[in-house]
């Protein structure tokens, strides 16, 4: 990895709930988790099932390289919300329960609820075996807003939450260095969610699950998502389930394929992830789900488990 690269790894790329089986080898059925790895930083977004392989790899790859743990394991972790499909995997996430590890995890104040307090209260002893409060990792938990910027610098040092009004400019960045905003989107049930910008050098992926298109396309997200070089979106659904007169999907706060392309073409964004997909869309129907988006948005790919993505 060259110095100044984000690396961008899907391990959980299905919405609502896990579906394992021989439907789902191809795309997985890990419910939704994305790392984001520099030589300094490595963020996790969201912690749905996909996190617990991805806990594996990193206990595996800390163990080799400091067998006396020796040195911290600093994780930073971005909760879009709380629905079981993004935050069920961290109660089995290994570094939570590692007393060298760090976990700095960030996400949104929704329904009054602290985020703390929502984590803690998802496992509690009639849910989890486990209190969050009992495992043994240092866990510093904040909320996060969309008047907030996250600044990852020297991996020695703790992620830094700014209020962007104080920033004033005055930022110096490295080219190390993360930079990280949020906008809050409405379009999901009940309290909607964080999509999430992070920056490295110049390069942007932007993180977009779990919410609802409009018509013309997300105002908002499409100037939040301006020109990244990467976008992650979700494409839950095709036009014609959306619109089922027998089942209509309108509010679920979820998009459709095309909605997703929509916000990717008015963006300007160079590649697309279609993401968040839905549990009862097999192999076969994720291909031609990514053929469809290819005809809407050339460089448009189905997220897959284990798929890489360097910028
Ligand atoms: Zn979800
Ligand atoms: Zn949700």
Same mark, same amino acid.
């Given at each position: 990895?060259?110095?100044?690269?984000?690396?961008?790894?899907?391990?959980?790329?299905?919405?609502?709930?896990?579906?394992?089986?021989?439907?789902?080898?191809?795309?997985?059925?890990?419910?939704?988790?994305?790392?984001?790895?520099?030589?300094?930083?490595?963020?996790?977004?969201?912690?749905?099932?996909?996190?617990?392989?991805?806990?594996?790899?990193?206990?595996?790859?800390?163990?080799?390289?400091?067998?006396?743990?020796?040195?911290?394991?600093?994780?930073?972790?971005?909760?879009?919300?709380?629905?079981?499909?993004?935050?069920?995997?961290?109660?089995?996430?290994?570094?939570?329960?590692?007393?060298?590890?760090?976990?700095?995890?960030?996400?949104?104040?929704?329904?009054?609820?602290?985020?703390?307090?929502?984590?803690?209260?998802?496992?509690?002893? $009639?849910?989890?075996?486990?209190?969050?409060?009992?495992?043994?990792?240092?866990?510093?938990?904040?909320?996060?807003?969309?008047?907030?910027?996250?600044?990852?610098?020297?991996?020695?040092?703790?992620?830094?939450?700014?209020?962007?009004?104080?920033?004033?400019? #005055?930022?110096?960045?490295?080219? #190390?260095?993360?930079?990280?905003?949020?906008?809050?989107?409405?379009?999901?049930?009940?309290?909607?969610?964080?999509?999430?910008?992070?920056?490295?050098?110049?390069?942007?992926?932007?993180?977009?699950?779990?919410?609802?298109?409009?018509?013309?396309?997300?105002?908002?997200?499409?100037?939040?998502?301006?020109?990244?070089?990467?976008?992650?979106?979700?494409?839950?659904?095709?036009?014609?389930?959306?619109?089922?007169?027998?089942?209509?999907? #309108?509010?679920?706060?979820?998009?459709?394929?095309?909605?997703?392309?929509?916000?990717? $073409?008015?963006?300007?964004?160079?590649?697309?992830?279609?993401?968040?997909?839905?549990?009862?869309?097999?192999?076969?129907?994720?291909?031609?789900?990514?053929?469809?988006?290819?005809?809407?948005?050339?460089?448009?790919?189905?997220?897959?488990?284990?798929?890489?993505?360097?910028?």
């Amino acid at each position: 990895m060259s110095q100044h690269q984000m690396t961008v790894r899907f391990w959980g790329v299905r919405g609502s709930y896990p579906v394992p089986g021989p439907g789902t080898v191809k795309y997985g059925g890990n419910t939704a988790c994305v790392e984001i790895s520099t030589p300094d930083h490595l963020v996790i977004l969201d912690a749905g099932t996909g996190i617990i392989p991805l806990g594996e790899e990193i206990v595996a790859n800390y163990r080799k390289k400091y067998p006396q743990n020796s040195e911290k394991l600093k994780i930073t972790i971005l909760i879009t919300h709380t629905h079981h499909d993004h935050i069920q995997g961290l109660p089995f996430f290994h570094p939570i329960h590692l007393g060298f590890c760090s976990l700095y995890i960030y996400g949104p104040q929704l329904l009054g609820e602290d985020l703390e307090e929502s984590l803690s209260i998802s496992m509690e002893p $009639r849910y989890c075996p486990v209190r969050l409060e009992e495992m043994n990792s240092e866990k510093i938990i904040n909320n996060m807003s969309e008047n907030d910027v996250l600044i990852l610098k020297h991996a020695e040092h703790a992620p830094l939450l700014h209020k962007q009004i104080n920033l004033n400019g #005055q930022l110096k960045l490295k080219p #190390q260095d993360l930079f990280i905003t949020a906008y809050h989107s409405y379009a999901h049930p009940k309290d909607g969610v964080l999509i999430f910008r992070i920056s490295m050098n110049g390069k942007s992926v932007v993180y977009a699950t779990d919410t609802e298109g409009y018509t013309g396309g997300d105002t908002r997200l499409i100037n939040f998502a301006r020109d990244a070089d990467l976008l992650i979106h979700d494409a839950q659904y095709l036009q014609e389930e959306y619109t089922d007169p027998a089942h209509p999907k #309108q509010g679920y706060g979820h998009s459709t394929v095309d909605m997703a392309c929509e916000v990717a $073409r008015k963006a300007n964004v160079d590649r697309l992830v279609l993401f968040h997909h839905d549990p009862t869309h097999d192999d076969a129907a994720m291909d031609s789900i990514e053929s469809y988006a290819q005809t809407l948005f050339p460089k448009a790919i189905a997220g897959r488990e284990g798929m890489v993505i360097t910028l």
